[in-house]
């Protein structure tokens, strides 16, 4: 019997190109506490759960950061980023992709480490309504990556073992979830990780981005 694979997309640097939005938006919320942190260190925990963003963060700078200024810093962040979001657009072939999905046939979910407050405009964006969409984000799970929570959660929404997951992502913390729940990774170049770096962390295959993978989907089982 062959299993059927479910698509579980990662939204920011996946499907959308926002990744440098939310880079400058922490730029602005880290800076209004007064915290130092460059911005190319801001872009290589982009994609992680704020949780981790936050150890990471102490870590670095030994600063003390209390809940309240956690909350501060999420809050500051969230209201940047709404500023930053008008120049958010749908990467190269990402509707093209999920188009060809649900013409197919062939399940997918979006599992993003964002807040539903960050998240909703990306997915306008997008054209992907969450009212009929399997959309599951850092607000519905208690951990997010590299924890597998979220992919777990996607899978369970679409009625699918998370083993028959083909886990689409832009940065190493996607492809340590994916291998942490036994899907495969599938990484894309549009988030600014290079492919050896996401290969390391357990990528099967590597494109430059939804485009490039819609040309190559039955390399990691799209058929119709």
Known sequence: ?????VFLFDLDGTLVDSVYQHVL?????????????????????????????????????????????????RRAHAAAYR??????????????????LTDASIPWAIATSGRMETAAHNLAVLG???????????????????????FVAAAER???PIETAIVVGDSIWDMLAAARCKALGVGLLS??????????????????????L???????GGRR
């Open 1 to 5: 019997m062959r299993l059927e694979p």
């Open 25 to 73: 938006a922490w730029k602005e919320a880290l800076d209004a506490e007064g915290i130092e942190l460059s911005v190319w260190r801001i872009h290589r925990k982009i994609g992680m759960s704020g949780g981790l963003f936050t150890n990471q963060l102490l870590r670095e700078t030994g600063l003390e950061i209390s809940e309240e200024r956690v909350d501060r810093l």
């Open 83 to 100: 500023r930053y979001s008008d120049s958010v657009r749908p990467l190269p072939g990402a509707r093209e992709l999920l188009a060809w």
């Open 128 to 150: 992907v309504d969450p009212e009929h969409t399997p959309v599951v984000t850092r607000d519905l799970v208690k951990y997010a990556k590299p924890d597998p929570d979220l």
């Open 158 to 160: 679409l009625g699918a």
């Open 191 to 212: 988030g600014g990780y290079g492919p050896d770096e996401l290969r390391d962390a357990g990528a099967i295959r590597v494109y430059e981005d939804p485009a490039d």
């Open 214 to 220: 819609l040309r190559h989907v039955d390399e990691v």
